[in-house]
């Protein structure tokens, strides 16, 4: 299992070193420009080449940062994006969760502890309110997520992800719930603090947000963290509505589409005002899902009462 646990992670880690290659090089496109094409074939060990820079940079730290804080909360940051890859259904030589959605529910909402950390143990102004306006965001996006993710459980009675592949054999949730499927992709995007809702991190107003004050090292586990984050959502994008069967080739081919929506979204879209934002969860998306949810759960009584 721990042989398993560390194959996987590497695999992640290199993926999300291609995934950083691929989004600068469709960015570069979209600008009407090459992207990185000196390191290796066609800018191939570009990510690889960032990374050894970065790591092998002296770290600098704030004098009035609490230094303990400071130098752990990146850490914990990328093992928490790591360990959420560990309810990944597997039929063999690794964990098999019968609660898997509980897990990446509980990890997902400790990763906010982090950047409210990062953000206030660099003792910096800019830092401070990039990591508040990330705890305020997650506050109004996470509530309708989860209820988003309760109606998709209502519809298999089950919280194991593997589930979820059995039931949508024949036809996609996606078809059955188009609307909540949408909801799901913007508040994912939200979730991993992305264009158009990467306030924490909005470099035009502030400062690049909580990680202002991180350099080397500690900037490029953020990074890691926030790149494993955004492959697991889309993971879970295709295991919720797009027919997770991982058995199949046709399931990397849509992790990929939906990995390279992220990056496609980034190219187009422009920033959302803050205010909008809150008024977009709280006003148009909670009630939204809720409706689906009590929706959903009459479906299913109604289904359980005709087989009756």
Partial sequence: MLVSSLI????????????????????????????PGKVGYMGIMQPFSDAI???SKESVY?????YNFYYFSPILNLF???????????????????????FFLCVSSLSVYTIMIAGWSSNSNYSLLGGLRSVAQTISYEVSLSLILLSFLFLILSLNLLDLMIYQMYMWFFFLCIPLSMIWIVSSLAETNRTPFDFAE????????????YSSGGFA???????????????????????GNFLSMFFYVKLSFMAFFWIWVRGTLPRFRYDKLMYLAWNSFLSVSLNYLFFYMGLKIFIFILLI
């Fill in 8 to 35: 996987m992670i590497i695999c992640v880690l290199v993926g999300v070193a291609f995934m950083v290659l691929l989004e600068r090089k469709v960015l570069g496109y979209m600008q009407i420009r090459k992207g």
């Fill in 53 to 55: 820079k970065l790591f």
């Fill in 62 to 66: 704030p004098l009035m940062s609490n």
């Fill in 80 to 102: 928490l994006a790591l360990l959420l890859w560990m309810c990944m259904p597997f039929f063999s030589n690794l964990y098999s969760f019968n609660l898997g959605i509980l």
């Fill in 202 to 213: 909005g470099e035009s107003e502030l400062v690049s947000g909580f990680n202002v004050e």
């Fill in 221 to 243: 586990l953020i990074f890691l963290a926030e790149y494993a984050s955004i492959l697991f959502m889309s993971m879970l994008c295709v295991m919720l509505f797009m027919g």
